[in-house]
């Protein structure tokens, strides 16, 4: 009986975590951007994140290609577009060679008349002819004549410029050796567009290696040339790469510093390896939970699970502190388990909250530490006991003891200290001027300062401001949302007259609706009718008299050509353009128009007011951070929802005002100073920060839990030994150090995110223990 | 986002602007206070004395034969040069259109649209090939012409003619040579021969408007 009432928490334990591994090995890692994007969006929310997920925006990959002359430079962009043209991928590949636009000029040109909205009946008849004429005849005096002469008798109403002033506004890097070149002639750039949507990581992830490994055979003889990726694809894979090989790095060195410390203070393999136990079966858990719950696991939350360790080690701690020769190992955690059990309610109660945010990132990091915690305090008090044998203990680290309730003795003399520290911290956070809030959305994405700075600088060399204004257009089916963007657009030209705007692109630019091309091409003469006009229009020209025949032959053609579908554009850039410009979303389609230049984004909004959505104008910067505000918002309600709740627990376990008062004390002092020393070394505060402040009073309260423990046998006198509080008071210690150990380590993991929560943790953890001890030592050590 | 139009935009507009910049191109150097040279005559020399000219303006009578017309066009206006790097044309007749270019910097304004475009000439290399034909000239900047053009001198200091010949396929495209005329530090005629057999020719005279 007795043996099977050892072994049955062992064998459920068993099954359990096979389970857990089971699902661990099946979970998906997430596109770290959707960590970011909300539950519940608004409709605008909806827009930004498809944007963000699949729209043009997501597929771009800007490429550098650094480290050697521009001769070299520019060989090796031409042979690694090359390379990659011939990749299905990539449906665009551009590195400013002029051979590769030669599809989109003749496209261009030979449906001058079907794409250009100045075609009307009014333009051909002799008055409209006569006019252009006279305009041609002055371009060609002009010194834009060396071109346009070319073109003018196969084109004399000038259809083609028409075409191109559409384009104007838009900026483009230089050109050197042929291709697209830094200013300085250091970087050859490229730019591709992916055929998969940039939340598709596995997919980018092939296609960021599918470059890399082009560029390495295309340079296989140039030594010193290296390659540079960047956009929000190559983001997301490297982000995710980073953030599961921070997370995997920093536990085993976490793990490793841990394990030495637990070795030094109880020198055996046997604790080292069963203390573990817990902390790896709660990781492995806390994962599953978020990979049942949501389907994915984002790379943040798989980065927090170091931070388990730290936590989820004390509860071994506290065990096999209290393990003593001739105790039944079941009985060493009963003594203290009341406390250990407040402890782990105070932190469910602090994170419980965060499972109800919109923000998907900090809903993940609520289920993982809650349902981590639970598991790893289970098997640390249903496992562990049954592990080892009766009797076994280890050496115990009573030599500490004595030192350390002398020094707890002492403590109480800091209080003044802690008292000015306090006062001092509250000022300098009163007069912080600088804002405090980091306010944007891209803080959250785990990707090192020197990214987001390549990023800005490919951007800059390419011209390619981020796209701030978009008007999104929305219809049934292709031909309704190209028709809708059609009268969009005019009212555009009208807004680009009074200099509200420099310019837009718009799918129906280069695929105009069904109907409007039916429209031009009923607007062109027929043979005789246009000879009429023609000859009416050449009288008091210069003009040679054969001179238009090339224009009549092309007129007639345009009236009997099939008018464009997608399809004739395949093949070209502008087709490319065409389809992330206009998609299928849903039961709909929605056609993008990005804006340039915007100065009065205001009139733009009051002109497309429409009621019924389906033309919005929308600005991804504001939007993205006005989401970025909601989830601060959120983050802070929730956690003032987890502290409330702290407070009620602890009034309902302890039932004394002033106990609550006293275990509350140095974890309210331990936060204020820690918030200051955070905003005194020039930090913009994430959302991040404020879960870690949310995670040290979880952590501290155990702290000073134990010392009210402690003080409260002290003043029922309990009759305890020295020792024995000495020794809770050792596995305080050693559970701190832990803590600030694996805390403090992901301080230095260079991903925002993971050192925001690791600084915060580290030292709120420090402080509250210390504070515990100034402000509570006194009844312990007496 | 729209880079692929973004360069079928750069590459036409290119070609149109470099055409743009014949016109600008064909800029005078206009004595006004300068010293007189050695006698012994090099294209060394003609840049050095160039090179002392600091500020000039001047009236243009321009002629462009073109095939397709049965007859050619005349325009006029004046020009005004300040070292080291801005040229200004204003043509006046027979339709009002002003060029600036400004080291780096080329506005375009036709008078009765009133629109002005203004581009940075180091993302248009061509264009800036065919700036420096007439701005290195005026500059008396040797070594930039060497670097886009075949430079080559006749005649002495009173009466010389400096040709160009691009290096430049593409650009011999367009242009097959340009030659400027002078006397002294002073530009008489630019002749810009382009590759079809059509023609310009700018008498320049001294004095400004």
Redesign the interface.
């Known amino acids: 009986m007795k043996r099977f009432k050892q072994r049955w928490p062992i064998a459920a334990w068993l099954v359990f975590v096979g389970l857990c591994v089971f699902l661990v090995s099946r979970m998906q890692v997430g596109a770290d951007l959707n960590a970011f994007l909300p539950g519940t969006p608004t409709p605008a929310q909806r827009l930004l994140t498809e944007q963000l997920r699949d729209g043009?925006?997501s597929r771009?990959i800007l490429i550098g290609i650094e480290g050697g002359k521009p001769e070299s430079l520019a060989a090796a962009s031409k042979q690694l577009a090359q390379r990659l043209r011939r990749e299905p991928d990539f449906l665009?590949v551009?590195n400013?060679e002029?051979g590769?636009?030669a599809k989109?000029?003749a496209f261009?040109f030979d449906n001058r008349y079907l794409l250009s909205s100045a075609v009307t009946p009014e333009r051909f008849g002799a008055e409209g002819l006569h006019g252009a004429l006279e305009n041609a005849?002055?371009l060609?005096?002009?010194?834009?004549?060396?071109?346009?002469?070319r073109v003018?008798?196969r084109d004399p109403s000038g259809e083609?410029?028409h075409l191109?002033e559409g384009?104007?506004g838009?900026?483009?890097?230089?050109?050197?050796e042929g291709v697209w070149m830094s200013?300085d002639g250091k970087r050859a750039l490229l730019?591709l567009q992916t055929a998969a949507a940039g939340y598709d990581i596995d997919a980018q992830q092939r296609a960021v290696e599918r470059v890399r490994g082009h560029f390495a055979q295309a340079t296989g003889g140039l030594r010193g040339l290296e390659i540079r990726l960047s956009g929000p694809g190559v983001f997301s894979v490297e982000a995710r790469d980073n953030i599961e090989s921070v997370a995997f790095n920093f536990s085993i060195i976490t793990a490793i510093i841990v394990s030495l410390l637990l070795l030094l203070v109880y020198r055996s393999w046997q604790v080292l390896a069963i203390s573990l136990l817990p902390v790896i079966s709660g990781a492995l858990a806390g994962i599953a939970a978020v990979s049942l719950g949501y389907g994915v696991v984002f790379g943040v939350t798989l980065g927090f699970g170091i931070t388990l360790i730290g936590e989820a080690v004390d509860y071994a701690i506290y065990f096999f502190t209290h393990l003593a020769p001739g105790r039944a190992p079941d009985k060493a955690l009963e003594n203290i388990w009341p406390t250990i059990r407040l402890g782990v309610l105070t932190t469910i109660c602090g994170f419980s909250p965060m499972f109800l945010a919109d923000f998907p990132g900090l809903a993940q990091l609520g289920l993982f530490s809650v349902v981590g915690l639970i598991v790893a305090v289970l098997v640390t008090r249903w496992v562990l006991p049954n592990l080892i044998t009766a009797n076994f203990a280890p050496v115990a680290p009573t030599r500490f003891a004595g030192r350390i309730i002398a020094l707890i003795a002492q403590a109480p003399r800091l209080r003044p200290l802690v008292l000015v520290a306090v006062a001092a911290a509250v000022i300098s956070i009163a007069l912080h001027r600088e804002p405090v809030w980091s306010d944007q959305l891209s803080s959250l994405f785990p990707l090192s300062v020197e990214k987001q700075q390549l990023d800005q600088s490919l951007r800059d060399d390419?011209?390619?401001p981020d796209?701030r204004y978009l008007i999104v257009v929305g219809g049934k089916d292709r031909e309704a949302v190209l028709e809708r963007s059609e009268a969009v657009a005019a009212q555009l030209d009208a807004l680009a007259g009074r200099n509200i705007l420099t310019g837009y692109?718009t799918p129906s630019r280069y695929l105009p609706s069904q109907k409007t091309q039916h429209a031009r091409q009923t607007a062109l003469p027929d043979e005789t009718q246009l000879r009429a006009n023609l000859k009416q229009a050449l009288a008091g020209l210069?003009?040679?008299d054969d001179?238009f025949e090339p224009f009549q032959q092309d007129i007639a053609a345009a009236r009997s050509q099939p008018l464009l579908t997608q399809a004739r554009l395949q093949g070209?850039?502008?087709g490319?353009?065409t389809e992330?410009l206009l998609a299928h979303y849903g039961d709909g389609w929605k056609a993008m128009l990005?804006l340039r230049g915007v100065t009065e984004a205001q009139v733009i909004r009051q002109t497309f007011d429409q009621p019924d959505g389906s033309v919005i104008l929308l600005d991804l910067k504001q939007e993205s951070d006005e989401l970025y505000q909601s989830y601060v918002h959120e983050a802070v309600t929730l956690s003032a929802v987890g502290a409330l709740s702290i407070v009620v627990l602890l009034f309902i376990s302890l039932r004394s005002a002033r106990r609550v008062a006293a275990v509350l004390l140095p974890l309210a002092a331990a936060v204020v100073i820690t918030l200051a020393i955070l905003l005194a070394g020039g930090q913009k505060l994430l959302l991040f920060h404020l879960v870690g402040l949310l995670l040290s009073v979880a952590v501290g309260s155990n702290y000073s839990l134990f010392f009210d423990r402690e003080s409260q046998s002290q003043k029922n006198g309990a009759g305890k030994q020295d020792d024995e509080r000495g020794l809770t008071m050792v596995s305080l210690l050693v559970a701190n150090l832990s803590t600030t150990i694996a805390f403090g380590m992901l301080g230095f993991s260079g991903v925002p995110v993971l050192t925001a929560i690791g600084q915060t943790v580290a030292i709120g953890a420090f402080l509250s223990l210390l504070f515990s001890a100034v402000l509570m030592g006194g009844k312990v050590a007496k | 986002?729209?880079?692929?139009?973004?360069?079928?935009?750069?590459?036409?507009?290119s070609?149109?602007?470099?055409?743009?910049?014949?016109?600008?191109a064909s800029m005078p150097a206009l004595a006004d206070e300068v010293e007189q040279a050695a006698s012994a005559w090099t294209v060394t020399e003609l840049m050095q004395g160039l090179a002392q000219v600091k500020k000039s303006s001047a009236t243009f009578i321009e002629l462009?034969h073109?095939s397709?017309?049965?007859?050619p066009?005349a325009?006029s206006g004046t020009l005004e040069y300040t070292a080291p790097g801005r040229l200004e044309k204003r043509t006046l007749l027979?339709?009002p259109?002003s060029?600036v270019l400004d080291r780096d910097r080329l506005e375009v304004q036709?008078g009765g649209a009133g629109k002005k475009?203004v581009l940075s000439l180091?993302?248009?290399?061509a264009i800036w090939a065919f700036v420096e034909s007439i701005r290195s000239t005026l500059a008396g900047d040797l070594d930039t012409l060497n670097r886009f053009y075949r430079v080559s001198l006749e005649g002495q200091r009173g009466k010389w003619q400096l040709t160009l010949l691009p290096l430049d396929s593409k650009m011999k495209d367009?242009?097959s040579e340009i030659r400027i005329g002078g006397s002294g530090e002073q530009v008489n005629t630019i002749e810009i021969r382009?590759a079809g057999g059509?023609y310009s020719v700018m008498s320049i005279s001294k004095g400004g408007s």
Do not use: H
């Open positions: 043009m925006v771009l665009m551009n400013g002029e590769t636009l989109d000029q261009l005849l002055q060609l005096g002009s010194p834009a004549g060396v071109m346009v002469k003018i008798p083609l410029l191109l384009f104007a838009q900026s483009s890097p230089p050109t050197q200013r730019i390419l011209g390619a796209v692109d210069p003009f040679r001179l070209t850039n502008l490319l353009q992330s990005p | 986002m729209t880079f692929g139009n973004d360069t079928i935009m750069r590459r036409l507009t070609c149109w602007l470099f055409s743009l910049m014949l016109g600008i462009k073109l397709m017309l049965k007859e066009l325009f027979p339709k259109e060029m036709s475009r180091q993302a248009y290399p367009m242009v382009e059509d």
